[in-house]
T-cell receptor
Framework: GENVEQHPSTLSVQEGDSAVIKCTYSDSASNYFPWYKQELGKRPQLIIDIRSNVGEKKDQRIAVTLNKTAKHFSLHITETQPEDSAVYFCAASRAGNQFYFGTGTSLTVIP | EAGVAQSPRYKIIEKRQSVAFWCNPISGHATLYWYQQILGQGPKLLIQFQNNGVVDDSQLPKDRFSAERLKGVDSTLKIQPAKLEDSAVYLC?????????FGPGTRLTVT
């Protein structure tokens, strides 16, 4: 089955700096890659996603890049704010089937 | 639009007891997922339904876990008998295409 690895497990940045979280996957058939933000005690919320026919996608301060050849994808958050502090999960899926999640990155934005 | 509903929100049981969780997906969403999220880990897919048929249950411990979605809408997940290692948050999600929307989860504590 699919194996999704996520790094780093913890990340601290100063407010206003950028944060980058990286994930790798093993199954070349995976073609949908969402990112979720989970605040303490709350449900995961989809923040951005990318499909395998696209190399990069941006939504305001958040961007995701995908390298299909290397089987890795990354989340980029620019101009970080304290409210960006949360656990972020990447996932890989075959068109909405068989979702496999990474182990999570705990992001702390220091004011 | 109403979100994914789950009940109960919290449940405490003793080992070897049974427990059931209920999920009501977003109206019109054909796909329903059950996940187990152990503290500090990413969600792990237990079972995925498409309408009332099972798409994937490869990670469901079938000796103790069962799930059904009889009319293609609501779903129940049952654990019988529970073990200490079943303590986790059980998340239900639904989707129309690939994007998943999560419910608030049920926090299960097995003592």
């Amino acid at each position: 089955g699919e194996n999704v690895e996520q790094h780093p497990s913890t990340l601290s940045v100063q407010e206003g700096d950028s944060a980058v979280i990286k994930c790798t996957y093993s199954d070349s058939a995976s073609n949908y890659f969402p990112w979720y933000k989970q605040e303490l005690g709350k449900r995961p919320q989809l923040i951005i996603d990318i499909r395998s026919n696209v190399g990069e996608k941006k939504d305001q301060r958040i961007a995701v890049t995908l390298n299909k050849t290397a089987k890795h994808f990354s989340l980029h958050i620019t101009e970080t704010q304290p409210e960006d502090s949360a656990v972020y999960f990447c996932a890989a899926s075959r068109a909405g089937n068989q979702f496999y999640f990474g182990t999570g990155t705990s992001l702390t934005v220091i004011p | 639009e109403a979100g994914v509903a789950q009940s109960p929100r919290y449940k405490i049981i003793e080992k070897r007891q049974s427990v059931a969780f209920w999920c009501n997906p977003i109206s019109g969403h054909a796909t329903l997922y059950w996940y187990q999220q152990i503290l500090g880990q990413g969600p792990k897919l237990l079972i995925q339904f498409q309408n009332n048929g099972v798409v994937d249950d490869s990670q469901l411990p079938k000796d103790r876990f069962s799930a059904e979605r009889l009319k293609g809408v609501d779903s129940t997940l049952k654990i019988q008998p529970a073990k200490l290692e079943d303590s986790a948050v059980y998340l239900c999600a639904s989707s129309l295409a690939a994007e998943q929307y999560f419910g608030p989860g049920t926090r299960l504590t097995v003592t």
